[in-house]
């Protein structure tokens, strides 16, 4: 303003015009920009300041409803909508988006993170975009005055062009992703300190001092200085008074010296201290001092009493001392224990002399204690009868007689390619080598691994697995044939018959000459579950033949999908305990009200046994028990319930521990009572066929019910896996090159066998495919994976990765959870802080090769963190893990995993509960014969 302006003016006002006429000319009011006139200016005062300032920043104020967001700033280029900056505010995700064109001319976009902004409050951020005049710059972000997160190394912004009425401002109202709320304000300052940048809305970041108030100071200072001389004068004056009361002090001291003193009477006559204490004369109050009380009692010396020295527990138990006048005695040792009788005088003896009782080991002393042949556990005080010794079948009630081996068979009734097993109940079993198939007592080459032999062979029993495979190189253990042609599915190149070839047939299995598909997705309307509505991943979570996009009740229970509080999840009772709108059966805090979702930190996750399972619902909160078997639904888990049947017979008497038997009948003597001989767990699957006989809840293999875990949920440049399942379970087929994924059963385990048949079914592709076990939640599972060659991966951010082409085994413990993080680790071969350990690598370094069957078989018995890994190629073993010793995850789910790698097939899958380790090495180890674990 002009000089003659300026003369009306007061002081103060002056002083405002100069501050505004500094600032606010480096602040553009996005919101206030009403005219294209006003827009020019604006995106010339902007290109300016990108050309030659280092900072600017984006200041706004807002409120946004829950989950919602939207585009909050934009400048865009009004030829080709090129993003020269965007700021968008994902509320679903908690992230701010910073979007803008690199050099190349892409696209970079930045996350944020931290960013809870969408819970219909009034929020304000400050990005701030640093280093613009240097090769890299960086960001910042501050919501609500504190720094939320920042991102450094990144590529620089492009000039603004010289025509600058090509380019738009837009902000939350006018943009194409509009926002969804209210906003308040949004300002760009050009230049300046994050400080000046937070005073635009009212953030009180410490930083530049203004010039204007250092008067105020001034006089505050000299204010409390004159305080402080008022403090020291009152303190001077007190000083000179104490002298003087010091000075009457010492003057009567000296005439009482000089006065002198008469000879008192005798303080210790009579005697005032206690019955046989000493009396000594003092020139202190009272005029006598009393020596120390009698041993075993306390006191001053004119008071003693007695000491009880059972207070400081000199005896084996609290119960077996005995105070006593002057000392203590203790009483001989309980039952079951010995030691030598105590007593004494005095505190100090019962601190030094403790009653020692040492156990008894009546499996020792006592030979018969226990039935022959059986297991005797020592106890403190007593002892305890376990099961059988190893060898011996039975209990303590019929004894334990001598179990039949196959060492011990005069002859071998299997082939010479297949081994001898025993069966729960004592039978003989044969069972064919990896690489061969049969019956076990006839076996032939089993060129695919999938269970079925390579040519028909003459079994006496007409086994199934006798049969020629219909698909000899290419595994199979389903058979499957949808057209009957004797040609497996897996290997005909028409497998319906139709005539049309599988790579151009939109129904593959289902003839459909017409190819008719009234969606966008890619199945014909002969095969597609949902004909009229496009659902590509075919989803069908109650299978009725209805997919879940088109289903009004998704989860079968009854309750249409727009009233059902898990619509997903089974529930007809609709319990909701927390009231938040999340039935329990799918809630993730059941007794907390939390309708978004949220995770809940670790106050609600402590899981101290390891296994899985948060201890406010785990029913064995100290014991591994992933599995959580309850078979007397008591609310307390087989693994640390003493009587798992409730028949009153605890288990190591019990004949059968999981079925109520309280008679104890067992008519053959064998150690196995009648109701369980054949059927240990009641589930109606015979032992022989049942592939966990302990446990109701598991019968046979069954992958068909399962979850999809996406490990790289973020970004576009793959899709997700595409699972299909065959084989009522057994077998799993993988038939995209995807992101990172997991498809995991429902069934957790302790201990476990879980073997396979890898073999990818393509030429064209040459990256990781394997298996998981201990899987927990997402973050936290083990994983065996395979590359066929060495390879970086394609992105570097957030760090380099680099996978070696040998089978690996990897323990998962991700602080970040799915992202760009878990990603890079798991594709990397090594150690990740905070995300993957390697456990362990094949030191032959060689990947797998196209169309070949690889066998693998693991053991996993998480209570002692045993693990081992054999793979096989053929007939032989090309890989073998040894005994690996961890316990990150103490038992959990099974399942497969792919990263990057299409048509895998992972066939004839088996799985089977084993907490029992029959390993000579872990046995080596357990003895400390190996130095090296």
């Excluded at 403790?354 to 002393?365: A, G, H, L, R």
């Excluded at 290419?474 to 005909?492: F, L, R």
Aim: with cysteine; proline share 5%.
């Amino acid at each position: 303003p002009k000089s003659e302006d300026l003369k009306g003016l007061t002081d103060s006002r002056v002083n405002e015009t100069l501050v505004c006429t500094l600032s606010c000319s480096s602040v553009i009011d996005v919101l206030g920009l009403q005219d294209s006139k006003q827009s020019v200016a604006a995106v010339e005062k902007l290109s300016g300041g990108l050309s030659a300032l280092s900072d600017i920043y984006v200041v706004s104020t807002f409120r946004l409803p829950a989950k919602l967001g939207g585009v909050l700033l934009g400048i865009y280029s009004k030829q080709d909508n090129r993003k020269y900056l965007e700021v968008a505010i994902m509320g679903k995700i908690n992230k701010v988006l910073v979007r803008y064109v690199k050099a190349d001319g892409k696209v970079h976009t930045v996350n944020m993170q931290n960013a809870n902004l969408a819970d219909g409050r009034t929020h304000s951020i400050i990005l701030r975009v640093g280093g613009l005049q240097r090769n890299n710059i960086n960001m910042e972000l501050y919501v609500d005055c504190r720094l939320a997160d920042s991102s450094q190394g990144l590529p620089p912004l492009v000039p603004l062009p010289r025509e600058v009425e090509m380019v738009e401002i837009r902000h939350g109202q006018k943009t194409y992703a509009r926002l969804q709320g209210a906003l308040v304000s949004l300002m760009m300052a050009l230049g300046g300190s994050v400080a000046k940048a937070g005073s635009l809305t009212d953030c009180p970041f410490q930083g530049d001092s203004s010039s204007y108030n250092s008067g105020d100071h001034t006089k505050a200072l000299i204010g409390q200085l004159i305080i402080f001389n008022q403090i020291l004068g009152e303190l001077r004056q007190d000083i000179r008074e104490q002298v003087k009361e010091m000075s009457l002090i010492r003057n009567t001291i000296l005439e009482c010296q000089v006065c002198g003193f008469h000879e008192p009477r005798s303080r210790c006559f009579p005697n005032p201290c206690h019955k046989g204490v000493s009396c000594m004369e003092s020139l202190h109050y009272p005029g006598y001092t009393c020596g120390p009380c009698p041993p075993g009692t306390t006191g001053n010396g004119t008071h003693c009493r007695d000491i009880d020295e059972c207070d400081v527990q000199p005896c084996f138990s609290p119960q077996a001392c005995v105070n006593t006048a002057g000392g203590f005695s203790c009483q001989p040792c309980p039952p079951g224990l010995w030691g030598a009788p105590l007593s004494g005088t005095g505190l100090d003896y019962a601190k030094t002399h403790k009653q020692d009782c040492v156990d008894i080991d009546e499996c020792v002393d006592l030979p018969d204690a226990c039935v022959p042949n059986s297991v005797c556990v020592n106890t403190v005080g007593s002892y305890k009868c376990g099961g059988c010794k190893p060898g011996f079948l039975g209990n303590q009630t019929s004894g334990c007689f001598p179990r039949k081996s196959c060492a011990a068979l005069t002859f071998n009734p299997c082939d010479i390619n297949a081994h001898c097993a025993m069966e729960r109940n004592g039978e003989v079993a044969c069972r064919c080598n990896v690489g061969w198939a049969g019956n076990g007592n006839t076996c032939g080459m089993d060129t695919d691994i999938d269970g079925y032999p390579d040519r028909s062979l003459p079994c006496m029993d007409n086994d199934k697995h006798c049969k020629q495979d219909n698909c000899v190189f290419t595994p199979n253990s389903g058979q499957e044939d949808a057209d009957n042609d004797g040609i497996g599915d897996q290997c005909d190149e028409d497998a319906d018959g139709d005539g049309i070839k599988n790579v151009e047939d939109n129904c593959r299995l289902v003839p459909n000459k017409d190819q008719q598909n009234s969606d966008s997705d890619s199945f014909g309307d002969a095969c597609d579950n949902c004909p009229n509505v496009p659902n590509s991943d075919q989803k069908d979570t109650d299978n009725n033949g209805q997919g879940d996009a088109c289903d009004q009740d998704i989860d079968g229970d009854g309750i249409p999908n727009v009233l059902d509080n898990c619509p997903k999840v089974p529930n007809p009772m609709q319990t909701d305990r927390d009231r938040d709108g999340v039935g329990d059966a799918c809630d993730s805090c059941p007794e907390l009200s939390n309708p978004m979702q949220a995770k809940h930190g670790r106050l609600f996750n402590i899981c101290r046994d390891g296994d899985g399972h948060q201890d406010s619902r785990d029913n064995c909160p100290d014991i591994p028990n992933s599995s959580q078997l309850d078979s007397d639904n008591d609310g307390l888990g087989d693994d640390c319930d003493h009587d798992d049947d409730n028949d009153g017979i605890l288990d190591d008497y019990d004949n059968c521990r999981l079925i109520v038997n309280p008679n104890q009948k067992d008519s053959d003597v064998n150690g196995i009572g009648d109701v369980c001989e054949n059927d240990f767990d009641n589930d109606a699957v015979m032992d022989l066929f049942d592939v966990c006989p302990e446990s109701a809840e598991v019968t046979l293999t069954d992958f068909r019910a399962y979850q999809t875990v996406i490990l790289d949920p973020e970004g576009d440049a793959q899709i997700d896996p595409n699972w299909v399942v065959l084989n009522q379970g057994m077998e799993i087929v993988q038939t995209m090159n995807s992101d990172p994924g997991l498809a995991v059963g429902y069934t957790a385990f302790n201990g476990v066998d879980f073997e396979g048949t890898f073999h990818v079914n393509t030429v064209t592709d040459d990256d990781y495919a394997g298996f998981i076990f201990g899987y927990q939640d997402s973050s936290s599972f083990y994983v065996v994976m395979w590359k066929q060659t060495e390879q970086a991966y394609w992105q570097s951010i957030p760090f380099r990765a680099m996978a070696q082409p040998a089978l690996q085994l990897k323990a998962v413990k991700s602080r970040t959870g799915p992202g760009e993080f878990l990603r890079n680790a798991l594709w990397h071969t090594g150690d990740t802080s905070g995300e993957v350990k390697l456990l362990w690598k094949d030191p032959r370094n060689t990947g797998w090769m196209d169309k070949t069957s690889y066998r693998w078989q693991l053991s996993h018995r998480p209570q002692v963190g045993y693990i081992r890994v054999k793979l096989f190629e053929g007939t032989r073993v090309v890989a073998d893990s040894g005994v690996v010793v961890d316990t990150t995850m103490r038992g959990g789910r099974l399942g497969v995993f792919c990263f990057s790698q299409e048509n895998i097939i992972w066939s004839n899958l088996r799985y089977r509960c084993n907490g029992r380790t029959a390993d000579p090495a872990w046995k080596m180890i357990l003895n400390g014969r190996l130095a090296n674990l």
